[in-house]
Structure formats: structure tokens, C-alpha cells
């Protein structure tokens, strides 16, 4: 267990976890084999030690205690070994699942700031349209004013002339009369 907390703890990535864990399990379960076998000679032991006359009865039962503990702890071994695999299967669908969803995350925030690009290029345009309309309606303002300026000049000069055609008029009168 220590060394798969050594292990654990040295990994960078997690793909990297998952192969670590899955030569944990293989090790794990190498391991239960070997104590199987070790159950096995025990078992082989204790038989020969009975047929054995010389051997005492106290020896010969905790021999046999521990053929039955070995034999235990192979049983241990081999469901941490399942388990493993079940939660290592886990595991990795969760990490799978993980990776899709910030997979779409990313492809929304793509789209997003896209969208967001385009928003702001196209108050760009709208404002550079506003700045040229505001510039047009300033020359014509301006225009307006020398026009108007014109007009009352050209009102002046009018009245001014009908005033000299009303007098010639008024003279032509006053020498025909």
C-alpha cells in the first residue's frame, strides 16, 4: 500500500494514474497467487507434519492456523484485487465524461467569444457610421448657415434693386405727367 501511495503521489498526469493502477492490480494479483501457493505448501507442511510422530500437537495447530490465515489473506487479496479493477473502470469513465463536458465548455467559449468578436466589430461600424453622419450633418450645418447668409443677402440686394426699379418707375411717371 506504501508504494502505491509513493506511486500515487509521483504521478503527473492521469493517464499516467490509470497505467500505475493497473500494474498495481497485476501486482496485486501476482501477489494472491504467490500467497495461494504459500497456502498450498503450508497446507503440504502440515500434512507432512502430521504423518510426522516426532512433531507436537501444539506446532502442528499453529501451523495449521497459519495455512488458514494465508489462505484468508489470499481471499483478501483477490477481492481488493476486484474492487480495484471496478473502481479503476469507474475511474476512468468519470475522467472521460470530465474531459467530454470541458471539451464542450470549450467549444461554447469558442463560439462565445466569436459571437462576442463579432458584437464588437460591429459596433465599430455602427459607430464609425454615427462619427460620418455626425461630420456630414456638421457640413451641412455650416453649409446651411453660408446659404442662409447668402439668401439674406441676395433678399437685400432685391429690395434694394426693386427700390432703384420703383424709383426709375416713379421718375418715368413724373416727366410723362
Known amino acids: 500500500m506504501k508504494n502505491l501511495s509513493d506511486n500515487a503521489n509521483k504521478l503527473s498526469g492521469v493517464s499516467d494514474a490509470a497505467m500505475v493502477t493497473d500494474n498495481y492490480v497485476g501486482s496485486l494479483t501476482k501477489a494472491a497467487e504467490s500467497v495461494r501457493n504459500l497456502s498450498l505448501q503450508y497446507d503440504k507442511t502440515a500434512t507432512s507434519l502430521q504423518k510426522d510422530s516426532n512433531v507436537s500437537g501444539e506446532y502442528l495447530a499453529n501451523v495449521q492456523k497459519a495455512a488458514s490465515a494465508v489462505s484468508n489473506l489470499a481471499t ?51 459607430e464609425a457610421n ?7 450633418l456638421n457640413a451641412s450645418l455650416a453649409n446651411t448657415k453660408q446659404y442662409k447668409e447668402e439668401i439674406d443677402k441676395l433678399t437685400k440686394n432685391v429690395a434694394m434693386l426693386s427700390n432703384v426699379y420703383g424709383n426709375m418707375l416713379a421718375a418715368m411717371n413724373v416727366t410723362k405727367g
Not at 454615427?130 to 456630414?136: D, L, T, V
Open 76 to 126: 483478501i487479496y483477490e477481492n481488493t484485487t476486484k474492487s480495484l479493477q471496478t473502481d479503476t473502470g469507474s475511474y476512468n469513465e468519470q475522467l472521460n465524461k470530465l474531459n467530454q463536458n470541458m471539451s464542450s465548455i470549450n467549444t461554447m467559449y469558442e463560439i462565445q467569444l466569436k459571437n462576442s468578436q463579432g458584437m464588437l466589430d460591429s459596433y465599430k461600424s455602427v
Open 130 to 136: 454615427i462619427q460620418s453622419y455626425a461630420e456630414n
